[in-house]
């Protein structure tokens, strides 16, 4: 019961179906509830997110769903004041949400970079704005964002996403050191290689797929539970000594 009492809300949560491919989000709301939390997954993919949340429930665990465009600041303000509403209070924020887009700097075109940067940079940014206050109102708050190695690296493509990424990563340190007085933990994930629904379209391609294995020390590309395992870890108090700080999960890939 690592988190016990503790209310979490996580943006991009809805793949966590038991049986089917889950993504970070809906692994880890599975893990905070049975680590003793009461969740609140956010998603644009109302279907799967109520999917999840129902069967977190029949397993005995404390869970709901909110419709959540994190391009929307009005959705999430409604995220945020439903959690409260539930609730009474936020203790833990994830900003998971995420989308793909690889193409080189000549093949982004305007509206796949605005995509990137909406979803990604902007999202993260508007969940610490509405999710700060609660926190300061509680006392103290933890906020996890999922950034990526691609915002740490470079790769042959990518490059919106890449930019993108890399906000998250500046954005997590610029929150830390604005609220590490008031008891507010800001820190970064940035997985590697992983196995998700995301990923699964590119991974299909056998060539890409040897690509990305050549490149992985430990000799298999992640999954879900993999990354939702360092997510309840900044989520908790053990971490408590943290912020500011980037959470590596990648198999070892940036370490050559």
């Not at 060539?207 to 879900?224: D, K, L, S, T, Y």
Request: proline letters at 2%; charged letters at 20%; aromatic letters at 6%.
């Amino acid at each position: 019961m690592r988190m016990e009492g503790k209310v979490a809300l996580i943006s991009g949560a809805a793949s966590g179906v038991e049986g089917e491919l889950m993504g970070f989000g809906g692994a880890a709301a599975r893990m905070f509830c049975q680590e003793g939390a009461k969740v609140v997954l956010g998603d644009i993919n109302t279907e799967n997110g109520e999917r999840t949340a129902e069967q977190i429930r029949a397993a005995g665990g404390d869970a709901t769903f909110v419709k959540l465009d994190v391009t929307s600041e009005q959705d999430w303000i409604d995220a945020v004041a439903a959690t409260v509403s539930a609730h009474g209070t936020l203790n833990v924020l994830v900003n998971n949400a995420g989308t793909g887009a690889r193409y080189t700097v000549e093949e982004t075109t305007e509206e796949a970079w605005d995509g990137q940067i909406d979803v990604h940079a902007k999202g993260t940014f508007l969940g610490i704005k509405h999710g700060v206050p609660e926190m300061l109102k509680a006392g103290s708050g933890s906020i996890v964002n999922i950034s990526s190695i691609y915002g740490l690296v470079g790769s042959p493509t990518s490059t919106a996403y890449h930019a993108a990424k890399g906000a998250i990563r500046l954005l997590t340190k610029s929150a830390a050191m604005q609220y590490a007085g008031d008891n507010i933990r800001v820190n970064s994930i940035h997985p590697g290689y992983c196995h998700t629904p995301l990923t699964t379209r590119s991974y299909d391609n056998e060539r890409h797929f040897a690509w990305i294995n050549e490149r992985i020390p430990i000799g298999r590309v992640g999954n879900a539970d993999d990354i939702a395992y360092g997510i309840v870890f900044l989520a908790s108090d053990e971490s408590s000594f943290m912020t500011g700080s980037e959470l590596v999960i990648d198999g070892g890939t940036t370490a050559q």
